[in-house]
């Protein structure tokens, strides 16, 4: 079976509480600690927090005790990413395996580069950031698919996605910034929404980077457009005249020429804007080359059983994907050079419980 390696879960919402679970299963992983936001979930065993048996691992709140814990690994998945935070933990010597971001060095303002690097050298930590988008789907597949290339001229990566049945208010809304006025709604002057589009950029520079690619530039383009009617939603109200489709264009760019693209086609119900593109629902990844490839990603509760799941089970699937190439990546980065990990560093992630007799 191999080492086992001593894990924190930090936070415990829609992918943190996957973790969770996923870090309890999982043979090789041993849960030490939980940190938690929610003053309800606070001195919860962290089995409870999961509907799992307790384990005996209480929930805290505080930051100093999980950074006094010894431990290898934090599986680190809150709403909001604390810089500062995830230096000391670097520093306390716990490496950092992340959904919210995806740190690729090269293209990090150097000031938090060198930062994140020091916390990484004081404490022989490393940190990566995967998921199913960014993650897997911007690196893991096209990786794959370009196996069996002789050239590649285009990577284009879409993601049609409809938010209207995901049951996260605060990432739709307080984050994404969905049922907002038009004016509200520019990365150029809401946090989260240019630390988002930083995380994709970060995705173009590191396949590009993965595929050899010296790129002139990363160029975004994003439009938002506003609903002339107003609807609910799973988890609130879109009303009339307020954001409901965002489309969010990051090119890498070389001589003038768009050669790795990501489009994503983010709508929270209403009509699908008829001049985007029109891809199936879930992610489409294009190699065009020597010779093409194409194939489509989505992720459900089940294929087999699909009309007996609910809705929320099947859109609760991709967090459950996004949740488990985090810990699948546990070992691998554990056993990693220090410093800031890429997923084409780490090597390739298979699943760490197996197919079950
Ligand atoms: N890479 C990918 O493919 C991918 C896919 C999906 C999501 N994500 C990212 O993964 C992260 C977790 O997503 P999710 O779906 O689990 O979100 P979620 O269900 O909305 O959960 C939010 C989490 O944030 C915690 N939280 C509450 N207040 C906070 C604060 N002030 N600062 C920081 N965190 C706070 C909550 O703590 P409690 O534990 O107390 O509830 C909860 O665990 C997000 O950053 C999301 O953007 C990445």
Redesign the pocket.
């Known amino acids: 079976m191999g080492k086992i390696y001593k894990v924190v879960q930090w936070?415990?919402?829609?992918?943190?509480g996957e973790a969770l679970k996923a870090i309890i299963m999982h043979p090789q992983l041993e849960l030490v600690g939980v940190k938690?936001?929610?003053n309800d979930?606070a001195g919860k065993d962290a089995g409870m927090l999961c509907g799992m048996p307790n384990t005996g691992i209480i929930a805290t709140q505080s930051v100093d005790d999980i950074i006094a814990l010894e431990a290898d690994c934090v599986s680190y998945?809150?709403?909001?990413t604390d810089f500062d935070q995830v230096c000391a933990l670097l520093r306390s010597g716990k490496n950092i395996a992340c959904?919210?971001f995806l740190f690729y060095a090269e293209n990090l303002p150097s000031a938090e580069r060198e930062q994140l690097r020091a916390a990484c050298a004081e404490g022989s930590s490393s940190v990566h950031g995967?998921?199913?988008?960014?993650?897997f789907v911007g690196m893991v597949l096209p990786l794959a698919l370009s196996g069996m290339s002789r050239r590649i001229d285009k990577i284009l990566i879409q993601e049609r996605a409809d938010w209207a049945f995901y049951n996260?208010p605060?990432?739709t809304f307080d984050?994404m910034r969905f049922g907002h006025a038009f004016e509200q709604v520019t990365f150029e002057n809401h946090p989260f929404l240019k630390f988002n589009a930083q995380i994709f950029t970060d995705q173009i520079a590191m396949l590009a980077k993965a595929m050899n690619l010296k790129l002139d530039e990363i160029k975004i383009d994003h439009e938002v457009l506003t609903t002339d009617e107003g609807y609910d939603i799973i988890c609130g109200r879109i009303e009339k005249d307020t954001v409901h489709a965002q489309r969010y264009l990051w090119q890498g760019m070389v001589n003038g020429k768009s050669r790795i693209e990501i489009d994503a086609l983010w709508t929270v119900g209403g009509k699908y804007p008829e001049h985007w593109p029109q891809p199936k629902d879930g992610w489409t990844v294009t190699l065009e080359g020597d010779p093409s490839f194409q194939t489509h990603f989505m992720a459900l509760a089940s294929f087999e059983n699909a009309a007996q799941c609910s809705l929320e089970d099947h859109v609760h699937a991709t967090?459950t994907a996004?949740a488990m190439q985090v810990i699948n990546t546990i070992p691998a980065l554990c056993e990693s050079d220090v410093g800031i990990r890429g997923t084409h560093e780490l090597g390739s992630v298979y699943s760490g419980l197996g197919m079950q007799r």
């Open positions: 936070a415990t919402g829609g992918v943190g938690v936001y929610s979930k998945m809150p709403n909001l959904s919210p995967t998921g199913i988008h960014p993650g996260r605060m990432i984050n967090e996004t």
